[in-house]
């Protein structure tokens, strides 16, 4: 089976500092990895995925994610925070082997950037 | 392009009703899914399709129903509603594997009393 991982509940930063929510999976097969974001009372967005290639993957709104495979990790950051980026944040992982119809969610980050 | 429509945005079901859950996309993707979102236990998949006529059980599948006959439609039935199904629900898309992230659509707040 596989699952998602997010440690941390919540996640509290300065406006200006580098931000990191953490995210580490498992799956049988090979990884398929997103990160999305949910604003208040928004639906969700996609903001970035690795499926395969380079470990560091860009994304939107200046977010970046690291694949680290033999940590079984999928780290979310950014080098500059921003009051705005405050918001919800999950992690999915989706098997690109048998079973890449299903995708599984963490229970989600809540980032707070204060100013 | 509309993304992945959801109806109704808002729902108040009497416990035993049953009612669809309806999600539409247009964007010509292969996959959807249905998640429920509730306080501090993150999406939880409920039932997903690779395809038109293909579909399976998630995490959570209990007291609901799914079919695809279309591409672009994937309606959730739920059959005799509890209040424990209070949540709310958010239909995805994606292209097939190693495509894209999902779109989602902007959910349907359900309320069983």
């Known amino acids: 089976a596989q699952s998602v991982a997010q440690p941390e509940d919540q996640v509290n930063v300065a406006e200006g500092n580098p931000l990191t929510v953490k995210c580490t999976y498992s799956v049988s097969g090979n990884p398929y990895l997103f990160w999305y974001v949910q604003y208040p009372n928004r639906g969700l967005q996609f903001l970035l995925k690795y499926i395969t290639g380079d470990n560091l993957v860009k994304g939107s709104y200046g977010f970046e994610a690291e694949f680290n495979k033999s940590q079984t990790s999928f780290h979310l950051k950014k080098p500059s925070a921003l009051v705005s980026d405050s918001a919800l944040y999950f992690c999915?992982?989706?098997?690109?082997?048998?079973?890449?119809?299903?995708?599984?969610f963490g229970d989600g980050t809540t980032l707070t950037v204060k100013p | 392009n509309a993304g992945v429509t959801q109806t109704p945005k808002f729902q108040v079901l009497k416990t035993g009703q049953s009612m669809t859950l309806q999600c539409a996309q247009d964007?010509?993707?292969?996959?959807m899914s249905w998640y429920r979102q509730d306080p501090g236990m993150g999406l939880r998949l409920i039932h997903y399709?690779?395809?038109?006529?293909?579909?399976d059980q998630g995490e959570v599948p209990n007291g609901y129903n799914v079919s695809r006959s279309t591409t672009e439609d994937f309606p959730l039935r739920l059959l005799s509603a509890a209040p424990s199904q209070t949540s709310v629900y958010f239909c995805?898309?994606?292209?097939?594997?190693?495509?894209?992230?999902?779109?989602f659509g902007s959910g349907t707040r359900l309320t069983v009393v």
């Open positions: 964007m010509n993707h292969e996959y």
């Open positions: 999915a992982v989706r098997d690109g082997g048998t079973n890449a119809g299903k995708s599984t």
């Open positions: 399709s690779v395809g038109a006529g293909i579909t």
């Open positions: 995805a898309s994606s292209y097939g594997a190693g495509g894209g992230g999902y779109t």
